[in-house]
């Protein structure tokens, strides 16, 4: 990647990402088409057993494509354990499930703490917690207790979005360093969190366009949740990814961190 200065260069991040995202293709091919059928199943089957077969195929995607992110080329992906198309299912796929709930715990507990302490605000200022559930901003309160509560949502989704960036790196650099890598993860992004940050936001592209098609309504029943599956697995997983990836590998090489695969 053409970056100098020792920081993440969202430009040069984001083309390696867009070959990242063909390599994805060409090299996982069989895990993304997996996952695909996998998660479009959800509807038809039990939920218990859509359960298993989502979590079991989501594994060996994102398994693959992170193998597939942190290399150079097919061969350095198979020296990381990648199958043939992508299709495996080993010691690092174990490592990414503990290394997911680790780092969903640790969510879970930023966000329960987050809830109190908006709660508190909440109560502090006075604000009407049935009219904001209402919408009925009129009856809410005075007009500075209309912009705190804005202030306080704003700064709650920021918080959410900054600590999901700065646990992104964590299924690349599991796969790469071939060991768990959850909340260690947020060492790496140190040097580049803002770039790093809008790259997964322009990169989410795919997703928000989800989002905006699901709130005019254009996706309901079996064939949008067909849709979702699709697009999250087929577009979105692999662009996700590849992105974290040339991430990884930039900010991986300027962490005071050894790297035990090198």
Known sequence: ???????????????????????AWREGAGAIVL??????????LPTAVAAVAGMAAGLVLVGA??????????????????????????????RLLAAFALC??????????????LLALFGLA????????????????ALWKLGLLGAIIALAAYAVVALFARLSL???ATAAEGRIVSLQAMG?????????LAGLIVTAAPKL?????????????????MIWALVLTGVQAPLTLAFAGAAYRRLASISPRENAHG
């Open 209 to 225: 366009a989800l989002v905006l098609a699901a709130g005019l309504g254009w996706l309901r029943g079996e064939a949008g949740w």
């Open 188 to 196: 790496l992004t140190k040097a580049g969190f803002w770039p790093l």
């Open 65 to 94: 494509l992170s193998r597939i992110a942190v290399s150079t080329d097919l061969e350095g992906a198979r020296a990381l354990g990648l199958g043939p198309a992508g299709l495996q299912f080993g010691a690092t796929e174990a």
């Open 170 to 172: 964590s299924a690349p």
């Open 1 to 23: 990647m053409s970056q100098t200065g020792g920081k993440l260069r969202l430009g040069a991040a984001l083309r390696q990402a867009g070959r990242g995202f063909v390599r």
């Open 35 to 44: 996952s695909a059928l996998a998660w479009s199943a959800w509807p038809f």
């Open 104 to 117: 969903g715990v640790f969510m879970a507990m930023i966000l329960s703490v987050a809830a109190l302490v």
């Open 126 to 141: 006075g604000l009407d917690a049935e009219a904001i559930r209402a919408r009925d901003w009129a009856a809410v309160g």
